[in-house]
């Protein structure tokens, strides 16, 4: 069951990598609380909700990015909200990983990021509002060894919206990001019922791995009014993985 969060009702909000995750579980929480939303992302998804409505994109492609946000504004008259939660992970250290890897996962995760926020900015600093809300990761706020191109991207997201906050705060538009912790969902396939995952699960203060929908609800939370004097955060939603260094067991 969706909880409502208040103050989302018609607002229209683009959510990229809207198909799959936490894209589109963030989707599912914003149409219960009666926002309109599309859902952006290479993929079509089985199972959007009612309320939301899907458009094929590539975010690293600027000219698609910026066509999308016109046709939207073309049939909306307004975009309220931007959720960034496309995003790639490619295994490999400094030695493993290929070049070719590495770009890509920054073009989809740094630069993708970067060229949503940009084809809505100067729409929202017109209407003085709008909320823009990066997915980033614990990855881009502590190091791992074997997963440098995306831990790379996810910190630089992280100091990009502080910088985007600091930009866009006099037009009145807010910038934050949220980094979740361990979620389960087609991204960690190859570490869930593993003992890597399992290991990984313990070292959440919680005991557990996060649901897609507790992330989608911090959205909510950082897309409405609610939250409408924070600007230029870091939202850890990760079972308190971050808080604590616990040995796992
Ligand atoms: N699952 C986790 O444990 C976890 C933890 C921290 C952060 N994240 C981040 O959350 C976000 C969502 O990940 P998820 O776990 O839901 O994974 P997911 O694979 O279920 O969803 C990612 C979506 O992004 C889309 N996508 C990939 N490249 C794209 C592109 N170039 N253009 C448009 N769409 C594209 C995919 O098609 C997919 O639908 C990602 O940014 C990920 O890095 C996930």
Same mark, same amino acid.
């Given at each position: 069951?969706?909880?409502?969060?208040?103050?989302?009702? *018609?607002?229209?909000?683009?959510?990229?990598?809207?198909?799959?995750?936490?894209?589109?579980?963030?989707?599912?929480?914003?149409?219960?609380?009666?926002?309109?939303?599309?859902?952006?992302?290479?993929?079509?998804?089985?199972?959007?909700?009612?309320?939301?409505?899907?458009?094929?994109? *590539?975010?690293?492609?600027?000219?698609?990015?910026?066509?999308?946000?016109?046709?939207?504004?073309?049939?909306?008259?307004?975009?309220?909200?931007?959720?960034?939660?496309?995003?790639?992970?490619?295994?490999?250290?400094?030695?493993?990983?290929?070049?070719?890897?590495?770009?890509?996962?920054?073009?989809?995760?740094?630069?993708?990021?970067?060229?949503?926020?940009? !084809?809505?900015?100067?729409?929202?600093?017109?209407?003085?509002?709008?909320?823009?809300? !990066?997915?980033?990761?614990?990855?881009?706020?502590?190091?791992?060894?074997?997963?440098?191109?995306?831990?790379?991207?996810?910190?630089?997201?992280?100091?990009?919206?502080?910088?985007?906050? !600091?930009?866009?705060?006099?037009?009145?538009?807010?910038?934050?990001?949220?980094?979740?912790?361990?979620?389960?969902?087609?991204?960690?396939?190859?570490? *869930?019922?593993?003992?890597?995952?399992?290991?990984?699960?313990?070292?959440?203060?919680?005991?557990?791995?996060?649901?897609?929908?507790?992330?989608?609800? !911090?959205?909510?939370?950082?897309?409405?009014?609610?939250?409408?004097?924070?600007?230029?955060?870091?939202?850890?939603?990760?079972?308190?993985?971050?808080?604590?260094?616990?040995?796992?067991?």
């Amino acid at each position: 069951m969706n909880p409502f969060i208040s103050g989302l009702k *018609d607002k229209v909000i683009l959510v990229t990598g809207g198909a799959s995750g936490i894209g589109l579980a963030t989707a599912r929480v914003l149409a219960a609380s009666g926002a309109r939303v599309v859902c952006a992302d290479l993929q079509q998804s089985q199972d959007l909700p009612q309320g939301c409505e899907f458009r094929r994109l *590539d975010v690293s492609s600027e000219k698609l990015t910026q066509e999308l946000v016109a046709s939207m504004l073309d049939r909306y008259g307004q975009i309220d909200g931007l959720v960034t939660s496309a995003g790639i992970s490619r295994v490999g250290d400094l030695e493993s990983m290929a070049l070719q890897e590495w770009e890509q996962v920054l073009q989809v995760n740094l630069t993708g990021t970067m060229l949503s926020a940009r !084809a809505v900015a100067s729409h929202m600093k017109q209407r003085r509002q709008g909320s823009i809300v !990066a997915i980033a990761s614990i990855n881009g706020m502590l190091g791992n060894p074997s997963n440098l191109a995306y831990c790379t991207s996810k910190g630089a997201v992280i100091q990009m919206v502080r910088s985007l906050a !600091a930009e866009l705060g006099p037009c009145g538009v807010r910038v934050n990001s949220i980094s979740p912790g361990y979620i389960h969902t087609p991204m960690t396939i190859m570490l *869930d019922e593993q003992p890597v995952g399992q290991a990984f699960e313990a070292m959440h203060l919680l005991k557990r791995a996060g649901k897609s929908q507790e992330v989608g609800n !911090a959205v909510a939370f950082l897309l409405s009014d609610m939250s409408s004097f924070i600007t230029g955060v870091n939202l850890p939603v990760d079972g308190g993985f971050s808080a604590a260094k616990v040995i796992a067991i």
